[in-house]
């Protein structure tokens, strides 16, 4: 069976060689060929001199180029680093600083993007575009080098993989905090392994499904729907989502069995005449990145009557934590389900302790999913990741679970229902986003003397975003400066649905914003997961 996360491949082309393995808008790999382009690229990366533990980002659209370079660096001893394609320069740059990445694969246009903020990033030593072309070698000896993709996934000698075991570090996933800049999670080969087995478990995926594959490979439940094929002998369609009609265009290409969406997807999908067209044909559906209304439960429901729909609760922090069985979605439509395969979830009060049932409490994930940390960030791993009370422990040794900041009520049949978060993170179209990430470009636009970002709820999104702000002077444009500032710096799912300019910001008795008063004046706080 395999361990490593770069062995599925090769795992399923061993029996079916044949058989379907990934798919983009250009080309068909099956498992045979897949496992043939990890192995060389993997190989290129050695003869690079990318060794063992390094980072290798991969920064580019759904293509089947990206899903090889992702394996390819597993299979080279690397971990692997997905990078969202549509972050922007400041934030890229972060992700490859904070965890020292020395190998970016991107497209040329993006490197030239970037040029400018790569200059920052010392430990980067290469740069391979897709483009067979490469500008002429920097005159800078501190420029990373240009390589092509070509180059790298070139002919040449294959050697056996890297001789690393399923506890060793596989990915690092960037997700936003609750404070600061986003933090890299590091995901062990286990854990991805195992995740992929636990979905297949409850999703009873098999080698005739064909999963779309619509979410960033950079969020743990856009990866999941790759690893979740490969592990099941699956096919895995890429295709990068604008509209409602590009996924009717994949469902009906493609007879695509299974597909992965977060609120804003089933809101934009539940309104289109042709989804029911699709019943039956789909064989799941499932939801995770924010709690569904029951309303739109009960429209798709409607729509895709033969279709089962599966709700889920997950964290990168532990992949995926909870899902309702399909049988139980008229009966509960608001709950987030029982745990996994594979793991237990607990209700925790204050003191440690186990909640009654119906008593609200944190959810705390214990299990083979738990991550190992923070990448670089021992303090705030150890805000998240702590031991388990002995009241809790199933084991006389000491074990770490994931406190995850999320508060939760568990019923008298053990089913969990999601009420909020402790912290001040938004959850805004499926994104994790911290306030801090909005605004820091909007202080360093001097516009304003204090500013505050907080969700407010959205039937759509789950959370919109919000910007509270006190102006520097008495500038009349404030609110346009900030959006043209946020427009520049800030992905689409970031910007502020609305700026509230005030004379002052409420503050807390310690002196710190009171982001709480914020929302009270939006009519309370919004959902989160």
């Known amino acids: 069976m395999p361990r490593l996360i770069h062995e599925l491949p090769g795992f399923v082309a061993d029996a079916r060689p044949g058989a379907e393995a990934l798919v983009d808008k250009h080309e068909r790999l099956?498992?045979?060929?897949?496992?043939?382009?990890?192995?060389?690229?993997?190989?290129?990366?050695?003869?690079?001199?990318?060794?063992?533990?390094?980072?290798?980002?991969?920064?580019?659209?759904?293509?089947?180029?990206?899903?090889?370079?992702l394996l390819a660096a597993s299979r080279a001893?690397?971990?692997?680093?997905?990078?969202?394609?549509?972050l922007k320069p400041r934030q890229v740059r972060h992700i490859l600083r904070d965890c020292g990445v020395r190998l970016l694969v991107t497209t040329r246009a993006r490197a030239e993007e970037l040029a400018g903020d790569l200059a920052d990033c010392h430990d980067l030593r290469w740069l391979v575009t897709l483009e067979d072309e490469t500008p002429a070698p920097a005159t800078d000896h501190r420029a990373p080098e240009w390589v092509a993709w070509t180059e790298l996934a070139g002919t040449g000698d294959v050697p056996a993989p890297a001789p690393v075991i399923d506890q060793d570090p596989a990915a690092i996933l960037y997700t936003s905090g609750s404070t600061g800049r986003p933090k890299g999670v590091v995901l062990t080969h286990a854990n991805l392994v195992s995740g992929a087995e636990s979905v297949i478990d409850y999703l009873g995926n098999e080698p005739g499904d064909r999963i779309l594959c619509l979410l960033p490979l950079s969020f743990d439940y856009g990866l999941s729907q790759v690893t979740t094929a490969f592990r099941a002998g699956a096919t895995a369609v890429l295709r990068d989502y604008l509209l409602p009609t590009d996924v009717r265009r994949a469902l009906e290409d493609e007879a695509i069995t299974g597909l992965a969406g977060v609120p804003t997807?089933?809101?934009?999908?539940?309104?289109?005449?042709?989804?029911?067209?699709?019943?039956?044909?789909?064989?799941?559906?499932?939801?995770?990145?924010?709690?569904?209304?029951?309303?739109?439960?009960?429209?798709?429901?409607?729509?895709?009557?033969?279709?089962?729909?599966?709700?889920?609760?997950?964290?990168?922090?532990?992949?995926?934590?909870?899902?309702?069985?399909?049988?139980?979605?008229?009966r509960r439509p608001d709950s987030i389900g029982r745990p996994i395969p594979g793991a237990e979830v607990l209700v925790v009060n204050a003191d440690g302790e186990p909640?009654?049932?119906?008593?609200?409490?944190?959810?705390?994930?214990?299990?083979?999913?738990v991550a190992r940390g923070y990448w670089g960030d021992p303090a705030r791993t150890a805000e998240r990741f702590r031991p388990?009370?002995?009241?809790?422990?199933?084991?006389?040794?000491?074990?770490?679970?994931?406190?995850?900041?999320?508060?939760?009520?568990?019923?008298?049949?053990?089913?969990?229902?999601?009420?909020?978060?402790?912290?001040?993170?938004i959850k805004a179209s499926g994104y994790r986003v911290s306030p801090a990430e909005i605004e820091e470009p909007v202080y360093a636009s001097g516009h304003v003397r204090e500013a505050a970002a907080y969700g407010v709820p959205d039937p759509v999104n789950g959370e919109a975003i919000a910007l509270a702000v006190q102006p520097a002077t008495g500038e009349a444009e404030v609110e346009a400066a900030l959006r043209?500032?946020?427009?520049?710096?800030?992905?689409?799912?970031?910007?502020?649905?609305?700026?509230?300019?005030?004379?002052?910001?409420?503050?807390?008795?310690?002196?710190?914003?009171?982001?709480?008063r914020l929302r009270a004046g939006h009519g309370g706080e919004g959902p989160a997961s």
């Not at 042709?274 to 409607?302: E, K």
């Not at 909640?355 to 083979?368: M, S």
């Open 77 to 86: 001893g690397a971990i692997f680093v997905p990078v969202n394609p549509v």
């Open 355 to 369: 909640c009654a049932d119906g008593e609200p409490g944190e959810l705390v994930h214990r299990g083979c999913h």
């Open 388 to 425: 388990l009370p002995a009241a809790l422990s199933r084991t006389p040794l000491p074990e770490v679970a994931v406190w995850s900041g999320d508060r939760v009520r568990r019923d008298a049949e053990g089913y969990l229902y999601f009420l909020g978060r402790d912290d001040d993170m």
């Open 30 to 69: 099956d498992y045979a060929e897949l496992d043939r382009r990890v192995a060389r690229v993997a190989a290129g990366l050695a003869r690079l001199g990318v060794q063992r533990g390094e980072r290798v980002a991969v920064m580019l659209p759904k293509v089947n180029a990206a899903v090889v370079a």
């Open 484 to 516: 043209a500032v946020c427009r520049e710096q800030l992905p689409n799912y970031m910007q502020p649905r609305e700026i509230r300019v005030l004379d002052s910001l409420p503050h807390t008795h310690h002196g710190k914003i009171d982001r709480h």
């Open 265 to 330: 997807l089933w809101h934009q999908l539940a309104a289109q005449d042709w989804l029911g067209a699709f019943d039956g044909r789909l064989r799941y559906i499932t939801n995770s990145g924010g709690t569904l209304a029951p309303a739109l439960v009960r429209d798709l429901r409607a729509r895709l009557p033969n279709t089962d729909l599966y709700l889920m609760y997950g964290l990168t922090e532990a992949f995926r934590s909870t899902y309702l069985p399909p049988a139980e979605v008229d």
